[in-house]
C-alpha cells in the first residue's frame, strides 16, 4: 500500500466538541459528543494505514476553538505522524500576518486553514487578503473549505465561483487546497481545477465510495495530481473513508498521488 496522509484532522478539545452547529455534523456522522484521547486518534491512523495527519487549528469569530499552540504541543509529541495546520483570527489582520508567520516561522507549520461558513464570509472577502498575502511569503498552501456545509450555518461561503475564482485571479501564486469536496457545485470546483494550477481538492468529510462520479473520474484521469485525501477525524475517521478505496479504481500511479504523494509535495512535508 502506498504512503497516506490524512490531509485534514483535528485533534479537538472540550471547547470545540461543545460547539453547538456540531449537533447536525454529530447526527450525520453518529459520533458523540467527546474530545478523542490522542492514543485514540493514533490508533485510528494505525487501523487504517495512516503515516501522517495534518492537524488543524480553529478560529471563530468568538475565539480560537483549537489553538495554534494546542496543535503545536501534539505535533511536538509526534512529530513522525503530524504536521500543524494555522488558523488565525480575520478580525484583526496584523495579527493574524505576525501569527501565520510564528505558526511557520518558529513553529514549523505547513498550511493555513480558515472555514468560511465559520465567519459567514466568502474568500474574496477583504479580510482575508492579508492571509494570503502571508501565505504566499512564506510559500505555505491557504486550505479551506467548499461546498455545503454540515452544520446549519449558510451554505454559500463555500461556493467555489465567484468567490475561490476571483482569489486565484487576484493571488496567481497562492496555492489553495479546498477540502470537502464541494458538492452541490462539482461543476465550479473542476473548472476551477483546470484553469487554475494552484487550486487542489482534498476528499475530506466523505467515504470514498461516496465520492461525486465527476470527482472520481477527474481523480483517476487528468486530475490525478490535484486531488488529495482527507477524512476530517474524528467526525469520520480514516479507516471509514477507506474501507472501500479499491472501488475508486485509481490505477499506481493516481493511487500513490490520491493517498499521500499529492499532500507530500503541495505542503512540502519533511516527516
Request: charged share 20%.
Amino acid at each position: 500500500m502506498p504512503e497516506i496522509i490524512d490531509a485534514w484532522m483535528q485533534q479537538p478539545g472540550a471547547r470545540f466538541m461543545a460547539e453547538p452547529w456540531l449537533d447536525t455534523v454529530l447526527r450525520w456522522t453518529g459520533t458523540a459528543r467527546l474530545a478523542p484521547p490522542l492514543q485514540e486518534t493514533l490508533s485510528e491512523m494505525d487501523n487504517a494505514g495512516v503515516r501522517a495527519g495534518l492537524l488543524s487549528a480553529w478560529y471563530s469569530p468568538r475565539g480560537p476553538l483549537i489553538t495554534n499552540d494546542e496543535v503545536a504541543a501534539v505535533v511536538e509529541r509526534h512529530p513522525a505522524r503530524f504536521a500543524g495546520i494555522a488558523s488565525v483570527d480575520l478580525a484583526d489582520p496584523m495579527g493574524a500576518v505576525r501569527e501565520i508567520r510564528r505558526c511557520v516561522r518558529d513553529l514549523g507549520f505547513v498550511g493555513v486553514r480558515v472555514v468560511p461558513w465559520l465567519w459567514n464570509l466568502p474568500p474574496n472577502d477583504r479580510r482575508y487578503y492579508p492571509v494570503y498575502v502571508a501565505c504566499v511569503e512564506l510559500g505555505v498552501p491557504f486550505c479551506t473549505q467548499i461546498g455545503h456545509t454540515g452544520p446549519r450555518c449558510p451554505s454559500e461561503p463555500g461556493r467555489p465561483i465567484p468567490y475561490l475564482d476571483e482569489v486565484l485571479l487576484d493571488f496567481p501564486e497562492l496555492v489553495v487546497v479546498g477540502g470537502h469536496v464541494g458538492f452541490p457545485w462539482l461543476n465550479e470546483v473542476l473548472s476551477l481545477a483546470m484553469k487554475y494550477p494552484n487550486f487542489h481538492i482534498d476528499t475530506s468529510a466523505y467515504a470514498l465510495h461516496r465520492l461525486p462520479a465527476e470527482l472520481a473520474d477527474y481523480a483517476r484521469g487528468r486530475g490525478r495530481t490535484r486531488v488529495l485525501f482527507g477524512s476530517n477525524y474524528p467526525m469520520i475517521t480514516p479507516g471509514a473513508c477507506l474501507k472501500q478505496l479499491d472501488k475508486l479504481e485509481l490505477g499506481p500511479e493516481a493511487k500513490e498521488l490520491f493517498l499521500g504523494g499529492n499532500a507530500r509535495r503541495i505542503f512540502n512535508l519533511q516527516l
